[in-house]
């Protein structure tokens, strides 16, 4: 897992992206949170990029121990808490006795 700080910034150009939302930052009543949008945007994007696989291995990586519980409920969102359920309900599952289904 990295360990790096959780408060790093990332940066990229963000060009007529900021320019639209300091203009709506300005006309907006009350104005707008620039970096919870930002954040909010980020994760959905990630999200969509993902196919079943990428959420597969992204779990994987999370119950290895690979990246936090945090990242993993970013990148799956409600889907984290269903793996979970499935996780768990394969392993009782497969621990469960057999036996009176073989007389």
Do not use: C, W
Not at 44 to 55: F, G, N
Not at 88 to 96: I, L, P, Y
């Amino acid at each position: 897992m990295s360990q790096e700080s959780l408060d790093d910034t990332i940066k990229f150009r963000a060009g007529p992206l900021k320019e639209a939302a300091t203009e709506l930052d300005a006309v907006h009543l009350g104005g707008i949170n620039i970096s919870e949008l930002g954040r909010e945007g980020l994760t959905e994007m990630l999200r969509r990029a993902m196919t079943d696989d990428d959420k597969i291995a992204i779990y994987e990586h999370y119950s290895a121990g690979d990246i936090s519980e945090e990242a993993a409920r970013v990148l799956l969102g409600e889907e984290f808490d269903l793996l979970q359920e499935d996780t768990e309900a394969f392993r009782e599952a497969t621990e469960a006795d057999t036996s009176d289904y073989l007389a």
